[in-house]
Every structure is written in structure tokens, then in C-alpha cells.
């Protein structure tokens, strides 16, 4: 790109400095990372792209096709904005929310649950809603206000496994401090000021264990993981 034959140097480093048509320009470390990413999805298919430069001049440029799903789990699960709330993205209706109108699910990452599978350890009995598209629990003597009226509606839904936080150091790609509320049932996220819950007031989270959820990492992720190991090496060859 810089090799004179469409931008000048001067116009790469102005891309570079004002971050023109770049999603990431500094990722935190010190080291070089621009990037554009992109992704489409369509039908349960799913295309992730990163191109990105690094480094003092090195580029590269990931597409992934595949299932981005692992086995036993279910893509699609985001956090609504407005109250918290963890909620399933794929259906046509984003879910009424105890906030007001409908989830927001668009500012947010996207998760994977485990479902219907005895291969990962953790509670089960968590259930989707099909009228106000939240997770719940549904091992409790009350299924929960529902936003969309009356209870939680678990008619159709599978069998959700939530893994809980030990004493051990998170997985990678994965996310910590989401909460049950024991007013509403849901799942919320825990880690910014309590809102709107359907039962009334805010989310309670007394008595919450701590949920840790798996995230969907694209293709930009996952080149750049791989730059921060091939890092490593040479970092651990300077301390020595």
C-alpha cells in the first residue's frame, strides 16, 4: 500500500494518524496495529475478514467461512444496552425490554451458550424466552417477570449450561461478571450500573454466582492473537 503506486507515503501516515477508513488504530500494547475488518451473515453461514498491517511493515489478511459455533453451543446471544439483559439475537423479534420498546442488542459482542450437551461443566436449567427472547432460570419456584407480560414462557427452548468462575484464570475469549437476578430470573450483565427489571427497580443480583460467558471472536481476533504470540519470543529473548 505504500509502495508509492496508489498513496504517497504522506497519505499513508495521514491514514494512519486520522485513522481514515481504519477500524483499530492502537490496540494497548505499544506495537502497530491498523486494521479493517468485515463480516456478513446470512442463513446460519457466517463470513469474518481482517486486513491488517503490523509491526514495522508486515501485513496480513484473514477470511474465515466456518462454523464459528462450537459443538453443543448456539451462536447468537447478545446483551441488550438498555437493560442488561443477556437475549437471543435470531429470531425476527429483538424482544420486548423492561427499559422500554425492544432490546438493543447492536452495540455489544455476541456469545455462545452451551445446549442440550452433559460435555461441559456447569448449571443447567437455563432456558430461552420465546416471548421476551431472554435467558432464564428456570430451576427457581417462580419463572420470573417477563417484559413482554406475565412470566417467562420456556415453551420450545433447549437446555442452557452456564459455566461459573473458579479459581482459575478465565478462558480466553470469554467474559466474567454476568449475574442472575433472582426478581426477574434473567441473565444480566453485571459489570455497568444496574437498570430496568421487569419484576420492578432494577436487576438484584443477591445471591448470584458468578457466569462466565464464551464470546465469538471473527477473524480480526483471532490474526491478532496470533501476532501477540509470534511477540512473545522476541520479547522474552530481549529480557534475557
Same mark, same amino acid.
Given at each position: 500500500?505504500?509502495?508509492?503506486? /496508489? ?6 501516515? =495521514?491514514?494512519?494518524?486520522? &485513522? ?13 496495529? !491498523? ?11 457466517? /463470513? ?7 509491526? #514495522?511493515?508486515?501485513?496480513? *489478511? ?7 459455533? *462450537?459443538p453443543g453451543h448456539q ?39 452451551a445446549m442440550n450437551t452433559? *460435555?461441559?461443566?456447569? &448449571? ?27 412470566? %417467562? =414462557? ?9 459455566? &461459573? ?6 478462558? =480466553? ?12 430470573? !434473567?441473565?444480566?450483565? +453485571?459489570?455497568? #450500573? ?8 432494577? %436487576? ?6 458468578? $457466569? !462466565? ?6 477473524a480480526d481476533t483471532v490474526? %491478532?492473537?496470533? $501476532?501477540?504470540? +509470534?511477540?512473545?519470543?522476541?520479547? +522474552?529473548?530481549?529480557?534475557?
Amino acid at each position: 500500500m505504500n509502495d508509492g503506486r /496508489i498513496l504517497t507515503q504522506a497519505q499513508v501516515q =495521514d491514514m494512519e494518524a486520522t &485513522q481514515m477508513g481504519w477500524d483499530t488504530l492502537q490496540d494497548g500494547t505499544g506495537y502497530r496495529w !491498523v486494521e479493517k475488518k468485515g463480516g456478513w451473515g446470512a442463513g446460519g453461514t457466517t /463470513i469474518s475478514t481482517s486486513i491488517a498491517l503490523f509491526g #514495522p511493515g508486515v501485513y496480513g *489478511a484473514l477470511f474465515v467461512n466456518s462454523d464459528i459455533s *462450537a459443538p453443543g453451543h448456539q451462536n447468537n446471544w447478545k446483551w441488550c444496552n438498555k437493560c442488561q439483559t443477556l437475549v437471543f439475537a435470531g429470531n425476527a423479534s429483538a424482544g420486548a425490554c423492561p427499559a422500554g420498546g425492544m432490546h438493543d442488542n447492536t452495540k455489544g459482542g455476541t456469545y455462545l451458550i452451551a445446549m442440550n450437551t452433559s *460435555a461441559v461443566m456447569g &448449571q443447567d436449567n437455563w432456558r430461552w424466552c420465546n416471548k421476551c427472547q431472554a435467558l432464564s432460570f428456570a430451576g427457581s419456584r417462580t419463572l420470573g417477570t417477563c417484559s413482554a407480560g406475565g412470566v %417467562h =414462557d420456556h415453551a420450545g427452548s433447549g437446555n442452557y449450561v452456564l459455566m &461459573q468462575k473458579g479459581g482459575a484464570a478465565l478462558p =480466553d475469549d470469554s467474559q466474567e461478571n454476568w449475574r442472575w437476578c433472582k426478581k426477574c430470573q !434473567v441473565l444480566a450483565f +453485571a459489570g455497568n #450500573p444496574s437498570t430496568a427489571c421487569a419484576a420492578g427497580g432494577v %436487576h438484584d443480583y443477591t445471591s448470584s454466582g458468578n $457466569y !462466565v460467558l464464551e464470546t465469538v471472536v471473527g477473524a480480526d481476533t483471532v490474526l %491478532h492473537n496470533a $501476532y501477540m504470540k +509470534a511477540l512473545k519470543p522476541k520479547a +522474552a529473548a530481549a529480557v534475557a
